[in-house]
């Protein structure tokens, strides 16, 4: 599993209608372990995918053009291998 953390700064409630636009376009199907919340100057949305090519054939492909399509602004982005993962207490792999 490969994570990524996205960092937005605007107004968060902007950004946030903005962010829900995007994921109208994106089926859920295809999130494995994903969430958003927002901060005093911002949105931070935490994403996962199956493998580093696939993230990054994700945001140079679709999400770059869905991003500018929904007028997001562009995120700082830090990114790496999943050590470990847990969900509902659960490890996942």
Partial sequence: MYASIWRFRGDPDDLQRRYDA????????????????????????????????????????????LLEQHGLPQPSIEDGPVHRAFVDGAERP
């Fill in 22 to 65: 995007v994921l109208t376009a994106v089926p859920a199907s295809n999130m494995r372990l994903h969430f958003c919340f927002p901060i005093p100057d911002g949105l931070v949305v935490v994403d996962t995918c199956p493998s580093r090519e696939v993230f990054a054939g994700f945001i140079s492909g679709p999400f770059a053009e």
